[in-house]
């Protein structure tokens, strides 16, 4: 037997795995709060492989509120199994229809650069696992750049582009920044697990979020070739408050793309 004794209660399970222990599983994470329980409750399962001593851990993590992205090692991001390692920034699903018109921008042997990389699910959805093109990213922290590394992404420790300027400035087709925008003044209003695990540096992005955002416009001005596209995850009120800078640095067909809610996601735009 397996015993996790957390908020959600105790809950125990045997080797066997029966749909009535798996049942249990996700009521107990149900208890704590997880929105997906059931399917977490299988993936807990199976990342414990049978071993119940592991999956009593596992539990015991997951209802404190870690990432289930770290506990099991991995989440899926465009179709794609991306290693997560603890600490690292967890890619969201929200972030896919950027990767995915990156995607459709990038030509075959072309070269793209993603700012803040952290575990580099957008250079794996651009294809750099299959050399479709040469994808490099770049993050401020180690742990992001080693994490980036383990999925075969070309990564670079820096500061946005600092290190890239010199070698790649004016030579690369795509910029992809899923940069921290969440304004400092909202960081209070994230989820609580959120705020308690993953990287403050990793979501804040200073007054208004529109710091790191308006240096990566630009950065990306001096990396793009004329013709060449950035695209930009943000949101609220951003799109509007960068629209000026972007047209400073000579950006045009600006496209703001939103989900289906109707709410401003992302910006996609070409230098002229
Ligand atoms: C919101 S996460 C996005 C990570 C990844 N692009 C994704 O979609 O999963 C932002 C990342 O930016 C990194 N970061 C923060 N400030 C940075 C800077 N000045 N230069 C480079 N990376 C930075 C953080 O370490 C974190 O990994």
């Known amino acids: 037997m397996v015993r996790a004794r957390r908020a959600g209660g105790p809950v125990e399970l045997n080797r066997a795995g029966s749909p009535a222990q798996l049942e249990e599983l996700g009521a107990a994470l149900a208890r704590a709060g997880c929105v997906a329980a059931e399917d977490e409750a299988a993936e807990l399962w199976a990342a414990a492989g049978g071993d119940l001593a592991t999956l ?23 179709g794609e199994t991306i290693v997560v390692h603890p600490g690292v920034y967890v890619p969201r699903w929200q972030s896919e229809p950027l990767a995915l018109e990156a995607r459709r921008r990038l030509t075959p042997g072309g070269v793209a650069v993603d700012l803040c990389t952290g575990a ?40 946005l582009a600092t ?29 609580r697990d959120v705020l308690a695990h993953e990287p403050r540096r990793a979501l804040d992005g200073g007054p208004g979020g529109t710091v790191l955002l308006g240096r990566a416009v630009a950065e990306a001005a001096t990396l793009l070739r004329p013709g060449g596209s950035l695209l930009v995850e943000l949101g609220g009120e ?35």
């Not at 294809?127 to 922290?141: K, N, S």
């Open 56 to 78: 009593g851990d596992f539990l015991a993590r997951r209802v404190t509120g870690e990432p289930l992205a770290w506990i099991v090692g991995s989440t899926t991001f465009c």
């Open 120 to 159: 580099g699910p957008i250079p794996v959805a651009l294809g750099c696992r299959q050399g479709f093109a040469r994808v490099v990213g770049t993050d401020l922290d180690p742990a992001a750049v080693s994490c980036a590394t383990a999925n075969g992404v070309e990564a670079i420790e820096c500061d």
């Open 163 to 191: 290190a890239l300027l010199p070698s790649l400035g004016g030579r690369v087709d795509l910029v992809t920044a899923v940069v921290p925008y969440v304004p400092s003044e909202e960081l209070v209003h994230l989820p």
């Open 238 to 272: 951003q799109a509007d408050a960068l629209a000026p800078l972007l047209v400073g640095h000579g950006f045009g067909e600006i496209v703001v793309a939103r989900d289906e809610d109707g709410d401003v996601r992302s910006l996609w735009c070409r230098r002229s």
